[in-house]
């Protein structure tokens, strides 16, 4: 089992280049507030995949963390859940790189401002769309849900 671990994490220059470009602040130039994106941890088990920590990716990014499965599992077709540790398991594999690449676009659709590039917004759901209302400039954008 440890070595299976040691192989999954194991990651190639490329994909590591790739995941070092994922660590970029995104920056809030209201605040100047710098903004890590999580990078994510995967552990593949049999069929599944554990994303770790995901409840910790969620606050930060500050989304319900069943939204933000629900996004993930839509753009991935897979099946999803959350354990009592806060870590999401997937039905089929996946890798941290595709997750990531995914975490990104949720952040640049639904947390980021499209008018003030701040991430101080907050996501209001309704049957049909969502409106993201930024905190830092007031703009209001509708998106479509999921
Ligand atoms: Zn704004």
């Known amino acids: 089992m440890k070595e299976l671990l040691k192989r999954v994490r194991g990651y190639s220059y490329e994909e590591l280049l790739d995941r070092a470009f994922s660590r970029i602040p995104v920056r809030d130039p209201s605040k100047g507030v710098v903004f890590e994106v999580p990078s994510i941890e995967t552990i593949a088990v049999g069929t599944k995949t554990i994303v770790k ?3 910790n990716i969620a606050h930060v990014v500050s989304r319900d963390e069943k939204l933000l499965m629900k996004y993930l599992v839509k753009e991935l077709a897979a099946a999803g859940s959350i354990d009592e540790a806060g870590n999401l398991i997937l039905s089929g594999r996946f890798s941290a790189q595709v997750l990531d690449k995914l975490l990104r676009r949720f952040i640049d659709t639904y ?7 701040s991430i ?5 759901k309704s049957k049909k769309t969502f409106k993201l ?5 007031s703009a209001e954008t509708t998106l479509p849900s999921f």
């Open 133 to 137: 209302k930024c905190l830092a400039c």
């Open 111 to 117: 947390v980021k401002c499209p008018t003030c590039g």
């Open 53 to 55: 920590s995901f409840r």
């Open 120 to 124: 101080h917004t907050v996501l209001e």
